[in-house]
């Protein structure tokens, strides 16, 4: 009877006092990875020795998406929080980890201010010469030795004291939570039946605290292009994912499930704002006022994709970014300069590139070099294996472009006339800095009209254009080294006595 009293008030006592034994939890090992630019599916191989386990879990992971495999079939599975052995979480490892590498790094530092008082020691010890000539040698030499060695000597003693600093946090910082209950989020797993040995099983699930993003580095020369391909890959997920097979998904999770509700799209005539007596005009919805056309936009995301990285890789849960090469190598490419003076007083390097690689290309950021000459920062746009495209290198400023209005004249259109015209002409100036001829291609607009009052006539060019389409007008100029072109360009605008014309942009 005193026995079980004894264990009754021990029992209340635990209850009462909210501390409760702390159970066994699995780690296991992540040995595959994919990973998404929002999250990463991770898969990972369990030892289990009895009928029930406890297998430990990121906070992040989503319930819903835990899948098991193994040999015996479970009859339950179910998530809770588990009090686990603060010394034996992965964190604390980590710390440990962390804590002898900078024990390493700091011995290495004193070894090496150990040696060179060793060396300064040798140095001073050695026998001076009997001519003076030979002995201001060794006391100019053994002069610049020490004062090498002591500014050696003083940056190792800053590292040293970083190295000490960084020795006692990391130190702290486990006594603390050593010291504190730790609650783990774990999968409650029961098998069907008691495994005779040890049982390895599967357990995968999603995690939204990892992600990967692409970026470029392209490196254009004659007719090709040098392009490396990096994934920066984080992950927050408080598990070691060492040695692991990692594959990079372009596709995105948690993307809308259906489809938006379709409308109809109704066009009518847009009724101009009626005028008060007071001569105060009322706005229409801007909706009402915008000439309402429908332009397609293809999404430039990829779905479907899985690049497997062919290594096996490691990335610790710091959050930090590690760069993992995807693919580096050459592909053909043409090279050529577009300017664009109605828009940007500039000329453009253009590669028409073809994706030679069984890899896709997701959009993400780029640096673009030209003969290993910096151009730009900016971003490539996806392109599929095997896909031809256009990509903006940035600009060539060994060229000068000037744009001006040489003209612009209103008046009326004979003496009885009941319409009015504008007369528009410009000058282009493009001047080739380089020493060698280049092609350029030069694009400008005129204006057109949808309104038969209102006409665009009179319209001339010198020289005469390569094309001209729908406003577009285009032309391919050869430029000699050190020597300029010019280009004109002259229009009309007619239109009724009383009206006023305005300009809308439409991008093609």
Known sequence: MKIRAIATLSIIFTALSGVASAERLLNGKVTSVTLYQNGAMVEKIVQVHNQAANISIPETADPSSIRVKSQIPTTSISIKKVLSNARQSPYIKELKEKL???????????????????????????????????????????????????????????????????????????????????????????????????????????????????????????????????????????????????????????????????????????????????????????????????????????????????????????????????????????????????????????????NTTKIPWIRGRAIFFANNELLQKGMLKSILPQEQSEVFFGVDEGFEVKRYKKQALKGEKGIFSKEKQITYAYNIKIKNTHNTPKEVIIQEIIPISENQKVKVVDVRFSPKPTEEKDGIVKWKVKIAAHSQKQLTIHYKIVYPTGKEITFKRWYY
């Open 100 to 354: 002898s590498e900078k024990q390493d790094a700091l011995d290495s530092k004193l070894a090496k201010v150990k040696a060179l008082k060793e060396s300064l020691k040798l140095m001073i010890s050695i026998k001076p010469p009997a001519n003076k000539e030979g002995l201001d040698k060794l006391l100019a030499y053994i002069q610049h030795k020490v004062e090498t060695y002591t500014s050696a000597e003083l940056r190792l003693k800053r590292d040293i004291k970083k190295l000490k600093k960084d020795i006692a946090a990391i130190e702290r910082e486990i006594k603390l939570i050593s010291g504190k209950k730790v609650f783990q989020k774990a999968v409650k797993l029961l098998l069907k039946s008691a495994p005779k040995r040890e049982q390895k099983l599967t357990i995968s699930y999603f995690v939204r605290s990892a992600s990967w993003r692409p970026t470029y580095i392209l490196n254009i020369e004659k007719d090709r292009v040098h392009i490396t391909y990096t994934a920066v890959v984080q992950q927050r997920t408080k598990e070691e994912w060492k040695d692991i097979r990692l594959n990079l998904g372009t596709k995105k999770i948690l993307m809308p499930q259906s489809p938006p509700r379709p409308y109809r799209l109704i066009v009518d005539i847009a009724k101009h704002p009626k005028t008060t007596r007071t001569k105060k005009t009322f706005s229409l919805p801007a909706a009402a006022t915008n000439l309402i056309r429908e332009k397609v936009v293809t999404s430039e995301e990829l779905v479907g994709f899985n690049i497997q990285i062919s290594r096996k890789v490691s990335i610790p849960p710091d959050g930090k970014p590690h760069f993992i090469e995807i693919y580096q190598g050459y592909i053909p490419a043409t090279l050529s300069y577009v300017s664009k003076p109605f828009l940007a007083n500039h000329v453009f390097i253009k590669a028409s590139l073809k």
